[in-house]
Every structure is written in structure tokens, then in C-alpha cells.
């Protein structure tokens, strides 16, 4: 089985690993932990943006976390530039994902109307989407 867990450089991104870490999952599950930034203009010698900077570091401690709690399982991590939703669906597309795992704030007054990154991913992507709904991280941290 091949899994992407979608996070973001926010502090609600180990809500996502809990949630995935306390489901059974096949021994061959293969995790691709994800992250998108959207590009930001810089000059060509900058090599890298805060947001890029802070996306690599998200990315590398979920990868730790997803690590420990399932010691055996196989778990790459990538970051890439470009929106969300269109990045996600492509990676889960050329991958051939079976899930995509990716939270969700559930404050859109309206839900039929689309535009979030959840709600696209939904609509386009070629397999099951997984929703974990987050609470605000203020909440969260003091759990």
C-alpha cells in the first residue's frame, strides 16, 4: 500500500501523524510524507526561502515521528513548490497512491462550495482521501 501524508509547516501537522499512527496498516505500507510551498518570488543566488527552509524541517520531524511509532515501515519525504491541491493530486497520480492523508480545519461556512486544498483534493485526486479533522494548534499543544 502506498500512502501520502499531506502536511503543512504548521503546527497542526503532528495531529495528521497521530491520527495516521493509530491505524493498522499493512507491513509493505510505503508513506510518502508531502509538503507543498507556493513559490515566492526571490532573486536566483537566494537558494533557499524561510518558507522552504521551514517546510524541510516540518517534513524531516514528521518523518522522525512517523518513524518511531511504526519502526518498521518505509517513509520518504519530499517537498515541493506549487499549490497544494495541484501538487498533491499530481504526486498521488504518478505515484499510483491507494490513500492521501491530509487534514482539514473544517471552517468553510458554506461546504458545497469548492476551493480548499481538501475539498480539490477530494474532487481530482485518483484514490481515497482520508480527512483528519484538526483542532486549532493553541488547543492542541495544550492537550
Known amino acids: 500500500m502506498k500512502v501520502i501524508i ?7 501537522w503532528k495531529q495528521i501523524i497521530e491520527a495516521t499512527v493509530k491505524r ?11 509538503t507543498v510551498v507556493e513559490p ?12 522552504e527552509s521551514a517546510a524541510d524541517k516540518v517534513v524531516h520531524e514528521a518523518r522522525a515521528l512517523l518513524f518511531k511509532h511504526l519502526p518498521g515501515c518505509t517513509v520518504y519525504s519530499e517537498v515541493r513548490k ?3 491541491a495541484d501538487e498533491l493530486v499530481t504526486v498521488a497520480a504518478n505515484w499510483m497512491v491507494d490513500r492521501i492523508i491530509l487534514g482539514t480545519h473544517g471552517r468553510q461556512a458554506n461546504r458545497l462550495i469548492p476551493g480548499t486544498v481538501p475539498q480539490l483534493v477530494t474532487k481530482k485526486s485518483c484514490c ?9 494548534a493553541a488547543a492542541a499543544a495544550a492537550q
Not at 40 to 51: G, N, Q, S, W
Not at 129 to 135: A, E, S, W
Request: glycine share 4%; proline share 12%.
Open 6 to 12: 499531506a502536511i503543512d509547516q504548521t503546527g497542526n
Open 24 to 34: 493498522s496498516w499493512p507491513s509493505d505500507t510505503i508513506f510518502r510524507i508531502l
Open 40 to 51: 515566492v518570488e526571490t532573486p536566483l543566488d537566494k537558494p533557499k526561502t524561510h518558507h
Open 82 to 84: 506549487g499549490k497544494p
Open 128 to 136: 481515497s482521501v482520508d480527512l483528519v479533522k484538526l483542532t486549532p
